[in-house]
């Protein structure tokens, strides 16, 4: 016989999960990482605009990774994978196919653990893998492209929808501009992943 949970305190309403409408992370205000973002008020050359822009704009970057994260694992429960094989599959996706070795730097796996990766992934049907003709030793793994629209890119679209839609109310030279942000964001990230890779050695 399980045992019975203990209800709320009198007085006060029972929790209740939210819903897709209403669920949000909930974001505190300014938290103490965002303290060296900007110096303190009133310190010279810093306006309180400029300050106040320099901890929104640590502040939406956090939002966003943190975000993009819980929407991922979201995706890979509905996709029937978990976090860490849907990345190494988006990962998979810009070129179609690469080696084993390629996959397991480009996550920072293990080759143990990308071994186990592209098992699951081969076993979903999203990936095959063979030999490399030109050396027996690698394998190269290429993504079942038909399974990844099938499966994958349904739970996607209606984002992207919304992307799209976001971006047509940009001008080409503010979608430069994003562009060329998200282009040095990717460099900075770049830089830093082998900087803590390499502390890992």
């Known amino acids: 016989m399980s ?9 006060q309403e029972p929790a209740t999960p939210p ?18 973002w900007a110096a303190e008020p009133g310190a ?10 320099a901890l929104e ?25 978990n976090a860490t094989d849907l990345n190494c599959l988006n990962i998979l996706s810009f070129s179609g196919s690469l080696t084993a070795g390629e996959l397991a730097r480009a996550t920072g796996l293990t080759t143990a653990s990308i071994t186990g990766v592209v098992d699951r992934l081969e076993a979903a049907g999203f990936v095959t893998r063979e030999r490399d003709l030109d050396d027996r030793r690698r394998v190269v793994v290429s993504l079942v492209l038909e399974k990844a629209v099938s499966d994958v890119a349904p739970v996607f679209a209606p984002m992207v929808a919304d ?17 060329r942000f998200y282009d040095e964001m990717e460099q900075i990230i770049r830089k830093h992943l082998a900087r803590l890779r390499e502390r890992q050695r």
């Open 3 to 11: 045992e019975e949970l203990p209800g709320p305190p009198a007085g």
């Open 163 to 179: 992307w799209q839609e976001l971006a047509r109310g940009y001008s080409d030279e503010d979608l430069r501009l994003i562009v």
């Open 19 to 36: 819903d897709a409408d209403t669920w949000q992370v909930p974001w505190a205000g300014q938290t103490r990482w965002d303290a060296h």
């Open 44 to 53: 010279a050359g810093w306006s309180q605009e400029r300050r106040m822009l």
């Open 57 to 81: 704009f640590a502040g939406a970057i956090r939002k966003t990774g943190s975000l993009m994260q819980v929407m991922s694992q979201a995706a890979a429960d509905i996709i029937g994978l």
